[in-house]
C-alpha cells in the first residue's frame, strides 16, 4: 500500500501535464484561426470599400437593430479586439 500514494501522485501529475500541453496546443490553434480570420476580414474590408468607391456600407435601422442585438451577446473586448461593426447612425457622414 505504500507505492499507491506515490502512483497517485505521478498520475496526478502526469494528468496536468498532459492538460496543460493540450490546452496549450489548442490555444496556439485557436490564436492562429483567429489571426487568419482576421487577415481575411481586413482584406474583404479593403476589397468592400474598393468596390464601394470608398464610401462606407450604409446600413438600415433594421439591419443596425439585428446587429446591436448581436453585439450584446458578445464581450465588449472580444468586440474591440476585432475592431467590430460600428453600430452609430450609417446615415452620418464621419463614419468610414
Do not use: Y
Not at 490546452?23 to 468592400?48: C, G, S
Amino acid at each position: 500500500m505504500a507505492g499507491l500514494p506515490a502512483q497517485e501522485t505521478t498520475g496526478t501529475f502526469m494528468f496536468k501535464w498532459l492538460t496543460t500541453r493540450v490546452v496549450n496546443w489548442v490555444e496556439r490553434w485557436q490564436r492562429r484561426q483567429i489571426d487568419a480570420l482576421l487577415a481575411e476580414k481586413r482584406a474583404l474590408k479593403a476589397k468592400l470599400l474598393e468596390l464601394n468607391g470608398g464610401k462606407p456600407i450604409r446600413l438600415s435601422a433594421e439591419q443596425r437593430k439585428r446587429l446591436a442585438a448581436m453585439q450584446k451577446r458578445l464581450d465588449p473586448n472580444t468586440l474591440k479586439a476585432i475592431e467590430a461593426l460600428d453600430l452609430t447612425d450609417s446615415d452620418s457622414p464621419d463614419n468610414s
